[in-house]
């Protein structure tokens, strides 16, 4: 019953957005495209954007210097210095910040109609003309550590920590994102300033907007807002890493009453042709909730965990299908057994015809919740835009989903689901 509702919620926002998620390709005066969807409902502009290269590109023995940049993106530009940037971003409810991901750096700007010039002008000045001063440098390495400092203590990033290592090895993957508590006392704001520089240029540039805006104004506002950047940047030169063939456990000891579990093993990328049978067969083995195999196993029949669950993950190097939950010690090491134990028995039986429709069920029906706001449908078109998915891949995206067979998904399976070639990590104090 709660799933036909569910279902039939779907359907009417989906009935209702319709007319409204049929992007359009805007290029500026100067050649810069971005993808748009206008609503007109309320007056909120959000864009989104994003550059190639994140923070695996940190050099050795700068680790973090790509996160602690970001932190001081909106720490003053121009002639503005921090005080007076922030107070006029808060004064006209302006939302702006970059973020670092692995593989690119993403930006965000989001106002109210009203302020839309004001706030294109301090984002603008804030890509160009980044000032890193020394104060706020300063207060955000102070921030850093103590973050980091916290960090070192939690058992879920320590098993991310160790997971990461030991899947990506040498990789720029593995670098720590926020650096250690010894690089991050090395960066400077000129280690800062250079990278920003020679990173933020329009040749990776995307850009996707959601919102009170229409083609017509949107080109010459891209150009007021990235028209400063550099036409170019230098060539990103990382190398692509398949996760080991060969599975390993590591405990990592920690005093706490629960065992953190972390595991991976090859997946696919998001380019690949079999992606859309992996993401339905990662539907019933974890990516379900409740309705998934490893939940009903691990904690329906035995209680052994309030959650566990899989997950995709695809970067421009690499690609992983990762699986985690909690338990007690006690139970951690039957928590693994009957992690690869799903594993083989999906490898081996595949999935079935019912499990199949509900997962197809579920992936087309839930695609209009995740476009409630300006903000959500601005990170779906980039996301959109850097899988290179074009810019008609909404109106084709159901279809593709309900042609994948359950050959082809038992296939995949039988591909990735191997449990010998699966890393786990523990963290805590397994007692077998």
């Given at each position: ?10 359907a009417?926002?989906?009935l ?8 359009q390709?805007v ?8 993808w748009?969807i206008?609503?007109?409902k ?28 970001c932190?001081l993106?909106?720490?003053?530009a121009?002639?503005?210095d ?19 991901e692995?593989d ?9 109609t009203?302020?839309?010039?004001l706030g ?5 000045l ?5 000032r ?36 990506y ?19 400077t ?6 990278f ?7 040749d990776?540039?995307m850009?996707?907007?959601a ?18 950047l ?31 579990v972390?595991?991976?093993t ?14 339905l ?31 995709l ?6 690609a ?29 039986r ?11 069920a579920?992936?087309?029906g ?10 959500k ?28 067979t359950?050959?082809?998904?038992n ?12 890393t786990?990590?523990m ?6």
């Amino acid at each position: 019953m709660i799933r036909a509702i569910l279902f039939a919620l779907v359907a009417l926002v989906s009935l209702q957005a319709r007319a409204a998620t049929d992007p359009q390709r805007v290029v500026s005066p100067g050649g810069i495209e971005a993808w748009l969807i206008e609503d007109h409902k309320v007056p909120v502009l959000s864009l989104r954007w994003s550059f190639l290269g994140g923070w695996a590109l940190d050099p050795a023995g700068k680790e973090g210097l790509v996160e602690f940049a970001c932190t001081l993106m909106d720490e003053g530009a121009g002639d503005l210095d921090s005080q007076t940037f922030q107070k006029k971003l808060a004064d006209a409810n302006i939302a702006f910040g970059i973020s670092p991901e692995r593989d690119r750096l993403s930006g965000s700007l989001k106002v109210l109609t009203q302020s839309r010039d004001l706030g294109v002008e301090l984002a603008a000045l804030a890509l160009t003309k980044p000032r890193f001063d020394e104060d706020a440098v300063e207060r955000m390495r102070a921030a850093t550590l103590s973050n980091i400092q916290a960090e070192l203590a939690k058992p879920g990033w320590i098993a991310g920590r160790a997971l990461a290592e030991a899947i990506y090895g040498n990789h720029p993957y593995a670098h720590p994102q926020r650096g250690t508590l010894a690089s991050v006392k090395t960066i400077t704001g000129a280690d800062m300033k250079a990278f920003m520089s020679q990173r933020l240029a329009r040749d990776t540039l995307m850009v996707a907007v959601a919102g009170d805006i229409d083609a017509k104004t949107l080109g010459p506002l891209l150009d007021k807002l990235f028209g400063g950047l550099p036409a170019t940047s230098p060539k990103v030169d990382i190398a692509d890493v398949q996760l080991p063939t060969q599975g390993k456990t590591i405990v990592v000891e920690r005093p706490i009453p629960q065992t953190i579990v972390v595991s991976a093993t090859q997946g696919v990328r998001r380019s690949d042709p079999q992606w859309y049978a992996a993401s339905l067969m990662n539907y019933v083995l974890g990516g379900g909730s409740f309705n998934s195999r490893l939940m009903e196993e691990i904690r329906d029949k035995r209680g052994l965990t309030y959650g566990v669950s899989s997950g995709l993950a695809s970067y421009e190097h690499a690609a992983s299908l990762q699986a985690s939950g909690a338990t007690k010690n006690q139970t951690a090491q039957q928590f693994v057994d009957l992690l690869k134990e799903e594993f083989k028995k999906m490898a081996d039986r595949g999935v079935t015809q019912k499990e199949l429709d509900e997962a197809k069920a579920y992936q087309t029906g839930s695609l209009p919740l995740s476009m409630t706001s300006t903000d959500k449908i601005a990170a779906l078109l980039l996301q959109l835009r850097q899988d290179n998915l074009g810019i008609d891949y909404l109106k084709k995206r159901n279809a593709m989903i309900n042609a994948v067979t359950l050959a082809e998904v038992n296939a995949v399976a039988k591909k990735l689901l191997d449990p010998a070639k699966l890393t786990v990590v523990m963290v805590g104090k397994p007692t077998q």
